[in-house]
């Protein structure tokens, strides 16, 4: 799974992706602490999965953002 991800993520990818930031009240700091997550099991998984749309910059015009139903602003720029 995680290297799908991975790969939607990757440079030269037309992959489109939605995110809901709904009970997430710092994105940022969830992506420091999914750094560390093993992406081989189910916990932690969706800060490691900000953690790599964090490092993945030139993946950012490709995912929309949302809170409460609404598009927000990327919580990385």
Not at 14 to 35: E, I
Not at 42 to 68: C, K, M, P, V
């Amino acid at each position: 799974m995680y290297k799908k991800f991975q790969a939607y993520l990757a440079e030269g990818s037309t992959t489109r992706m939605s995110f809901d930031l709904d009970g997430f009240t710092d994105p940022v700091a969830s992506a420091k602490a999914g750094r560390t997550v093993d992406s081989s099991g189910f916990e932690g998984l969706t800060n490691w999965e900000l953690y790599q749309i964090s490092q993945s910059s030139h993946a950012w015009d490709r995912i929309t953002w949302y809170r409460g139903g609404v598009v927000v602003d990327n919580p990385f720029k």
